[in-house]
C-alpha cells in the first residue's frame, strides 16, 4: 500500500491508498510543533492505518522551504522546530519505505491540476491565499522544477519607502492585523472585499507574466463566499493585462480540503 499526507502548522491530513487514483478515509491530527513529538505520532499513525500491510511509497505536502533534493526541511515559519531536520531520510529509516516529499502549496497545486479544477490544462498556475500566499506552476502534471521550490507571496508590489510584500497585503493574517477582526468577520458587503481583489489582480498579473499559464486556480480561504470575488480579480486582470492579449482562464479550486491528498496520487504516479 501506498501513504499520502498534507502537513500544514496546526493539523495534518494522512491516509492510506489500496487502489490508483482514490484514497482511503483520512486520520486528522493535530501538528505537534516539536519536530521529534511529529515525527514519532506521523510514524505511530502510518503504522495504524497500514495495519501490518507493507508500505511501499508515501507522499508528503509540507508547509517548509526543502533542500533541493526534497529531503530536508531548510525552513519553516509554520513550524519553525523543524528546520535543518531531514525528515525523508527519518521516514524512510523508520517505515523502511521511499518518501517523497513536497512543498504543501506545490502538493496541493499538483492535485487541482491532475484531478480538480485545472485538470484540462497543460499549463497551471495555483494560487494559495490564506493565512499566507504561495503558488506553484504544473506542467503536463508535473511540478515545475525549482532550485528551492516557489514563494510567490513574497514578491515586492512597491519600490519606495519600506518595501512591501503581495502576503502582507492580502493574506488572511494581513488583513486581520489591519481591521483588527478575522476576515469573516468583515462580511459580503464590505468594499475590501474589492481593494483586495485589485490587489490579487496586480501580485498574479506579474504571476502570469512569468509563468504564461493555460489556467490559473484559485484556492485558499479568503476566497470562500465572504472573502475575495474572483470575478472581480477577472475583471481587474483584463483591464491591466497590457502585454498578452489575453488573460487565461480563472477559476475557483475544486478539492476543498482535500487537495494535498490527491496531490499525493498525482505525485506517486
Given at each position: 500500500?501506498?501513504?499520502?499526507?498534507?502537513?500544514?502548522?496546526?493539523?495534518?491530513?494522512?491516509?492510506?491508498?489500496?487502489?490508483?487514483?482514490?484514497?482511503?478515509?483520512?486520520?486528522?491530527?493535530?501538528?505537534?510543533?516539536?519536530?521529534?513529538?511529529?515525527?514519532?505520532?506521523?510514524?505511530?499513525?502510518?503504522?495504524?492505518?497500514?495495519?501490518?500491510?507493507?508500505?511501499?511509497?508515501?507522499?508528503?505536502?509540507?508547509?517548509?522551504?526543502?533542500?533541493?533534493?526534497?529531503?530536508?526541511?531548510?525552513?519553516?515559519?509554520?513550524?519553525p522546530a523543524w528546520g535543518g531536520h531531514s525528515f525523508?531520510?527519518?521516514?524512510?529509516?523508520?517505515?523502511?519505505?521511499?518518501?517523497?516529499?513536497?512543498?504543501?502549496?506545490?502538493?496541493?497545486?499538483?492535485?487541482?491540476?491532475?484531478?480538480?479544477?485545472?485538470?484540462?490544462?497543460?499549463i497551471v498556475a495555483y494560487v494559495t491565499v490564506s493565512?499566507?500566499?504561495?503558488?506553484?506552476?504544473?506542467?503536463?502534471?508535473?511540478?515545475?522544477?525549482?532550485?528551492?521550490?516557489?514563494?510567490?507571496?513574497?514578491?515586492?508590489?512597491?519600490?519606495?519607502?519600506?518595501?512591501?510584500?503581495?502576503?502582507?497585503?492580502?493574506?488572511?493574517?494581513?488583513?486581520?492585523?489591519?481591521?483588527?477582526?478575522?476576515?469573516?468577520?468583515?462580511?459580503?458587503?464590505?468594499?475590501?472585499?474589492?481593494?483586495?481583489?485589485?490587489?490579487?489582480?496586480?501580485?498574479?498579473?506579474?504571476?502570469?507574466?512569468?509563468?504564461?499559464?493555460?489556467?490559473?486556480?484559485?484556492?485558499?480561504?479568503?476566497?470562500?463566499?465572504?472573502?475575495?470575488?474572483?470575478?472581480?480579480?477577472?475583471?481587474?486582470?483584463?483591464?491591466?493585462?497590457?502585454?498578452?492579449?489575453?488573460?487565461?482562464?480563472?477559476?475557483?479550486?475544486?478539492?476543498?480540503?482535500?487537495?494535498?491528498?490527491?496531490?499525493?496520487?498525482?505525485?506517486?504516479?
Amino acid at each position: 500500500m501506498h501513504i499520502v499526507s498534507d502537513i500544514g502548522g496546526t493539523k495534518m491530513r494522512i491516509a492510506g491508498v489500496h487502489d490508483p487514483g482514490r484514497f482511503d478515509t483520512p486520520t486528522f491530527l493535530a501538528t505537534p510543533q516539536s519536530y521529534d513529538e511529529a515525527l514519532a505520532l506521523f510514524i505511530e499513525t502510518v503504522r495504524t492505518i497500514a495495519g501490518g500491510e507493507p508500505i511501499d511509497r508515501l507522499a508528503i505536502g509540507v508547509p517548509v522551504v526543502l533542500s533541493t533534493d526534497k529531503r530536508s526541511v531548510i525552513k519553516s515559519e509554520n513550524l519553525p522546530a523543524w528546520g535543518g531536520h531531514s525528515f525523508a531520510d527519518d521516514l524512510e529509516k523508520s517505515l523502511g519505505a521511499q518518501v517523497f516529499l513536497e512543498n504543501d502549496t506545490a502538493l496541493v497545486g499538483l492535485g487541482e491540476a491532475v484531478f480538480g479544477a485545472g485538470k484540462d490544462a497543460s499549463i497551471v498556475a495555483y494560487v494559495t491565499v490564506s493565512t499566507g500566499v504561495n503558488g506553484v506552476r504544473i506542467v503536463d502534471g508535473k511540478i515545475e522544477r525549482a532550485a528551492l521550490g516557489f514563494e510567490i507571496g513574497g514578491q515586492y508590489l512597491s519600490h519606495e519607502g519600506d518595501l512591501v510584500t503581495l502576503e502582507e497585503l492580502i493574506s488572511g493574517s494581513a488583513v486581520e492585523k489591519r481591521y483588527g477582526m478575522h476576515p469573516r468577520e468583515l462580511g459580503v458587503d464590505t468594499p475590501i472585499w474589492e481593494e483586495l481583489a485589485r490587489i490579487v489582480a496586480i501580485g498574479i498579473h506579474n504571476t502570469i507574466l512569468h509563468w504564461s499559464p493555460d489556467t490559473v486556480v484559485f484556492g485558499g480561504s479568503m476566497f470562500n463566499e465572504i472573502g475575495i470575488p474572483i470575478e472581480s480579480v477577472k475583471d481587474h486582470l483584463a483591464a491591466i493585462m497590457k502585454k498578452i492579449p489575453q488573460i487565461p482562464t480563472i477559476v475557483h479550486s475544486s478539492l476543498h480540503d482535500e487537495g494535498g491528498l490527491y496531490g499525493g496520487l498525482a505525485r506517486l504516479k
